[in-house]
C-alpha cells in the first residue's frame, strides 16, 4: 500500500486528522524560517497527539523532524527532544549525518530535489535509506518536471513537491513512487493546515491501487 504523509503540521488537530484519516506518517518542520517551523517542546506535543490518536484508532504512526541544513549536534538535540522516530534531511547533509543519526536510533529519510537526483546517482551515489523526490524549493507547492527524474529509484522512495487532492493519483500513476508527502496542498493559505483537504488528500492517495 502506497505510504502517505502529511507534513508540516503544527496543530493538535491537524495531527488527530492525518492520523485518523490514515496517514503512515506525520512530518513537523523543524527547520528555520518555514510558516511551519514548530520548536521541539511544539514538536514533541505533536509527537503525543500523534501517537494517542494512533493508540485509539489501533495503528501505528511514523513521526518524522524535517530539518535543513542544521548541524549534526543541533538535528540530534531537536530529534531527541521532540522524540520522533525518524529524522528527514532536507538540505545538503552530507552521508555522515545521515549514519551518526542513524547510530542514534532513528530512522532517517533522504531528501533531494529531482534534479539532485539524478545528478548524484550518475555520480554513482546511493543511499541506505529511504529517499524523497521534492521539486527544486522544499515546501512550495511547485511540482518538478517528470523528465527531471531520470531513472525512478529502485527501493522505496516518496514524491513530493506541488501534490495536492487533484492531482496526487494521477502522479502516482504517472511515477509509481512507493510513497507521497504533501504539505502546501493541505493548505487553505501557507503554513494553514485545512482538515478536510488532509482528509481529501488521504482519500485520494488511497484510490491507487
Ligand atoms: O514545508 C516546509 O516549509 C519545508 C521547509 C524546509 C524543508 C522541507 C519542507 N517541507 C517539505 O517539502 C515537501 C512538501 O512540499 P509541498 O509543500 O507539498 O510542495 C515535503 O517533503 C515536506 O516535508
Known amino acids: 500500500m502506497l505510504w502517505v504523509k502529511i507534513c508540516g503540521l503544527s496543530t493538535p488537530e491537524a495531527v488527530e486528522t492525518a492520523v485518523e484519516a490514515g496517514a503512515d506518517a506525520v512530518g513537523f518542520v523543524l527547520a528555520p524560517g518555514s510558516p511551519r517551523t514548530v520548536d521541539a517542546a511544539q514538536a514533541a506535543s505533536l509527537v503525543r497527539a500523534a501517537r494517542d490518536a494512533a493508540?485509539?484508532?489501533?495503528?501505528?504512526?511514523?513521526?518524522?523532524?524535517?530539518?535543513?541544513?542544521?548541524?549534526?549536534?543541533?538535528?540530534?538535540?531537536?530529534?531527541?527532544?521532540a522524540g520522533v522516530d525518524t529524522v528527514q534531511l532536507h538540505g545538503d547533509e552530507p552521508d555522515a549525518v545521515a549514519e551518526a543519526l542513524r547510530a542514534a536510533g532513528f530512522r532517517v529519510i533522504r531528501a533531494l530535489s529531482a534534479g539532485d537526483y539524478t545528478r548524484r546517482t550518475a555520480e554513482g551515489w546511493s543511499s541506505p535509506d529511504r529517499l524523497l523526490i521534492d521539486a527544486a524549493v522544499p515546501g512550495s507547492g511547485a511540482r518538478f518536471s517528470d523528465d527531471e527524474l531520470g531513472t525512478a529509484p529502485e527501493g522505496f522512495w516518496a514524491l513530493a513537491g506541488g501534490l495536492s487532492p487533484e492531482n496526487v493519483a494521477s502522479a502516482v500513476q504517472a511515477l509509481e513512487p512507493t510513497g507521497v508527502d504533501v504539505s502546501s496542498g493541505v493548505e487553505s493559505s501557507r503554513g494553514v493546515k485545512d482538515l478536510g483537504l488532509i482528509k481529501a488528500f488521504i482519500a485520494a492517495a488511497r484510490t491507487v491501487l
Do not use: F, G, K
Request: hydrophobic share 40%; proline share 0%; net charge neutral.
Open 55 to 81: 493508540r485509539r484508532a489501533e495503528r501505528s504512526i511514523e513521526t518524522v523532524a524535517v530539518v535543513q541544513n542544521q548541524t549534526l549536534d543541533d538535528v540530534a538535540r531537536l530529534a531527541r527532544e
